[in-house]
């Protein structure tokens, strides 16, 4: 413990992070440059998020940690066992128990309060990069405010599917000035990025760091004949029960059942509490 | 109203360029080019190679920083626009046809993606809306509306230049710059393509600038012509009196059609 300043990174470092997320809360959506430092995981483990939610915590914080809505995925348990070995805070698997949730791909079930952050971990940053690859293209873009390109990518789905098929990462207009990306959560998650909770999000190996302030509204861009849909399977949770939960379809037995689950387990195991 | 007539009358231009000028370093790209286009209008612009040609559009287009002069577009310079209303002119009224069409193409993008990008970066939000009309144009610039959904890759080189141009007039310009459109396309496809381009420029009453190295797209085409040699005009006229008596060499080796294309 005595080998590293609280949170790991030294305050100088902490202080350059706090600076950047003071900015994209500032500016909504707008993704902002950032020093990345080498952290001791590798960049697929989520860094990005990691130096947020250091540059975030105080000792007073509680930590959860979830990796695709659980929180005993490999990822998850080193993320947390990593702060509480580096800030010594306190970790919890509840929700509700939590002041700062760091996340890979789902918000949480239970609804967030205004005195929670929540920080994702963001692999690609750029919702643009998809049609264009130049980096001095896309900024000039989000500068001009000249989207034309996100509707491209949605019409392609269309043309080739019959229906806008991106699932993941489902790109949306943040206070009606910047289009982003909310990371690989699902669809179904986009309608709850408008939430009491500060939302942080975090690039590492891009080194990008952008923000939704409390109650930023967000629009998923959509067709007017192709309307936004959060869809989810159709089913319910072979536990709980719940119907109005994202699920997870898991193949069950050697027979290749397959069931569905909630994905949010600490939500999941609540109901059934 | 012939192109004389209406020259000559008091219609105002639809362009009118003045001093442009453009250095690479030390070297001339183009230098104190003046003239002026009027609705409907095409021009021819030749000259040998290095001559300028490119430079002078790609000023125009606002691909390249000019180093001086006015492109005074429906009364107000262009060149000293602001950035996003530039753009925006840039992907509404006016249009731009490259030589190689994977310069004008998003190449990883269907056919009607790439016909539907300046609609959907205009606003158009209804996707039946915007394929319908993809659809029109393919049909317009004689490629099988089947195709939609096809990328251009799986197309041929006259077929890509077609849905350049029909990517570029989805949304009505009036002016169309082209850079050797023809080039690069064997003799049959580019007579095809220029017929198109004729019927297109009527229908649409398009004004258009377009360089060539190819007497017979002058002739087709053209209503005016213009003759640039190391990045300076040296010869401008109706095409008809310039290539009946053609005072500059380039011009006359270009009439006697001897030049290597
Ligand atoms: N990017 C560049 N950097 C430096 N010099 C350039 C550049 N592009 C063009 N030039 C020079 O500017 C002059 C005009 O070139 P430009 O390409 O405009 O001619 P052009 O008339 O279009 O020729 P072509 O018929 O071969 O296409 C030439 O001397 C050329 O070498
Ligand atoms: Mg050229
Ligand atoms: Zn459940």
């Not at chain 1, 001791?40 to 989520?46: E, F, N, Q, R, S």
């Given at each position: 413990m005595s080998d590293y300043n609280f949170a790991y990174l030294d305050e100088p470092t902490k202080k350059m992070i706090r600076r950047a997320i003071l900015k994209g809360l500032a500016v909504p959506g707008y993704q902002v440059p950032f020093a990345s430092r080498e952290m001791?995981?590798?960049?697929?483990?989520?860094t990005g998020g990691v130096q947020v939610t250091a540059a975030c915590l105080t000792p007073e914080d509680t930590l959860k940690v979830i990796d695709q809505g659980a929180d005993d995925t490999t990822n998850a348990v080193s993320i947390r066992s990593f702060f509480a070995k580096v800030a010594g805070v306190a970790t919890t698997t509840r929700t509700g128990e939590a002041s700062v949730i760091q996340t890979r791909h789902r918000i949480p079930e239970t609804p967030l309060r205004s005195d929670q952050i929540l920080v994702y971990q963001v692999p690609i940053p750029e919702p643009l990069r998809f049609l264009e690859p130049r980096e001095t293209e896309t900024r000039r873009m989000h500068a001009l405010e000249e989207y034309g390109l996100m509707h491209i990518k949605l019409y392609e789905d269309i043309a080739r599917h019959g229906a806008i098929a991106t699932a993941y990462a489902y790109p949306a207009l943040v206070n009606g000035r910047h289009v982003f990306d909310p990371s690989p959560i699902p669809r179904f998650d986009n309608p709850r990025l408008e939430s009491p909770a500060i939302q942080l999000f975090g690039a590492g190996r891009e080194q990008r760091i952008y923000a939704l302030p409390p109650f930023t509204r967000v629009q998923s861009l959509d067709f007017d004949d192709h309307p936004f849909e959060a869809s989810k399977a159709d089913g319910a949770c072979a536990l709980c029960g719940a119907t109005h939960t994202y699920l997870d379809e898991i193949v069950a037995d050697d027979q290749g059942t397959r069931r569905f689950q909630c994905s949010d387990t600490d939500y999941c195991m609540e109901r059934r509490a | 109203m012939s192109i004389l007539e209406r020259s000559i009358s008091a219609e105002a231009p639809l362009l009118s360029v003045n001093g442009l000028t453009r250095f690479y370093g030390s070297r001339v790209g183009c230098q104190n080019v003046a003239f002026d286009l009027y609705p409907g209008e095409v021009m021819g612009i030749v000259g040998e190679s290095g001559s300028g040609k490119s430079t002078l559009l790609s000023c125009l287009a606002g691909h390249l920083e000019t180093d001086a002069g006015q492109v005074v577009y429906n009364g107000q310079d262009v060149l000293t626009l602001p950035e996003p209303a530039r753009r925006r002119l840039m992907r509404t009224d006016w249009a731009f046809v490259h030589q190689h069409a994977r310069d004008g193409l998003r190449m990883n993008v269907s056919a009607g993606g790439n016909v539907g990008e300046r609609l959907m970066a205009g606003g158009a939000r209804h996707y039946g809306n915007i394929r319908k009309t993809a659809e029109d144009w393919l049909e317009r610039v004689e490629i099988d509306p089947g195709r939609i959904d096809d990328r251009p890759s799986a197309f041929s080189g006259g077929m890509q230049q077609r849905l350049q141009i029909a990517r570029g007039l989805v949304t009505g310009p009036k002016l169309v710059l082209m850079d050797e459109p023809t080039g690069g396309l064997d003799v049959s496809v580019q007579a095809r393509l220029l017929d198109l381009l004729r019927g297109l420029v009527r229908r649409m009453g398009l004004s258009v600038v377009i360089v060539t190295h190819d007497i017979g797209v002058v002739r087709l085409l053209a209503d005016r012509l213009m003759v640039m040699r190391h990045g300076q005009v040296v010869e401008h006229g109706l095409t008809d009196r310039v290539l009946d008596d053609p005072q500059h060499a380039y011009t006359q080796l270009l009439v006697n059609s001897v030049l290597p294309t």
């Open positions: 001791p995981m590798p960049y697929g483990w989520g | -």
